[in-house]
């Protein structure tokens, strides 16, 4: 069974960086796109990033692009996002997520595996 586990978070001040990490359990996590997803309490769950299965290619929502880097190491079966210039309106609890089903997935119910999240703060 696939299992991803977030690390990396915590207390940032703004303009401040963090790396978030997501380690992945299970075979062929190269078949896998990735996402990153995020929710603060009282919202609802928000699309971050995802990065492709097939050709690599990723996708930001406007709120992060150009600050905000996904990656992937398929060899560690780790995938990252590299969280720079942060703001107090990025807090929130950081969720990964895997699906095979997709090659571009920037919604929610397209991924079949959630990690547990990581909390992420950004003070002002």
């Known amino acids: 069974q696939v299992q991803l586990v977030e690390s990396g978070g915590g207390l940032e001040q703004a303009g401040g960086s963090l790396r978030l990490s997501c380690a992945v359990s299970?075979?062929?996590?190269?078949?896998?796109?990735m996402g990153w997803f995020r929710q603060a309490p009282g919202k609802e769950r928000e699309f971050v990033a995802f990065?492709?299965?097939?050709?690599?290619?990723?996708y930001y929502t406007d709120s992060v692009k150009g600050r905000f880097t996904i990656s992937r190491d398929n060899a560690k079966n780790t995938v990252y996002l590299q969280m720079n210039s942060l703001k107090p309106e990025d807090t929130a609890v950081y969720y990964c997520?895997?699906?095979?089903?997709?090659?571009?997935?920037?919604?929610?119910?397209?991924?079949?595996?959630w990690g547990q999240g990581t909390q992420v703060t950004v003070s002002s």
């Open positions: 990065v492709s299965n097939s050709d690599g290619n990723t």
């Open positions: 299970g075979r062929a996590f190269s078949s896998y796109t």
């Open positions: 997520a895997a699906t095979r089903r997709y090659t571009r997935a920037p919604y929610p119910t397209m991924y079949d595996y």
